[in-house]
Nanobody, 126 residues
């Protein structure tokens, strides 16, 4: 069973940076799709970024392109999301999600992945 544990969320001012990470365990697959989903209060979950862990291919939501960077450390089984130039509407709970069963690796598909972490809170003040 895949287990995902996020950390690194915090409160920052607009324009600041954060780099939450996700420690993954409980699987032996080398290829799969991992990504980040965020949910603001009262809103639906939104896929932010995804990555094929085998090839390193990445894809981002338009709202974060050029500001966020997803990466995966294969040796440590850790997924990270470097977030720069943060804006107040980036505020939300950020979840790590994973799929190793061949689901579509897209920012839309990631919201339907079967394995999620407990989330880490990111708050951006103006």
């Amino acid at each position: 069973r895949v287990q995902l544990v996020e950390s690194g969320g915090s409160s920052v001012q607009a324009g600041g940076s954060l780099k939450p990470s996700c420690a993954a365990s409980g699987y032996t697959y080398s290829n799969g799709c991992m990504g980040w989903v965020r949910q603001a209060p009262g809103k639906e979950p939104e896929g932010v970024a995804v990555m094929y862990t085998g090839s390193g291919w990445t894809y981002y939501a338009d709202s974060v392109k050029g500001r966020f960077n997803i990466s995966h450390d294969n040796a440590k089984n850790t997924l990270s999301l470097e977030m720069n130039n943060l804006k107040p509407n980036d505020t939300g709970m950020y979840y790590c999600a994973a799929d190793f069963a061949g689901a579509w690796c897209t920012v839309t598909g990631v919201t339907s992945f079967g394995s999620w972490g407990q989330g880490t809170q990111v708050t951006v003040s103006s």
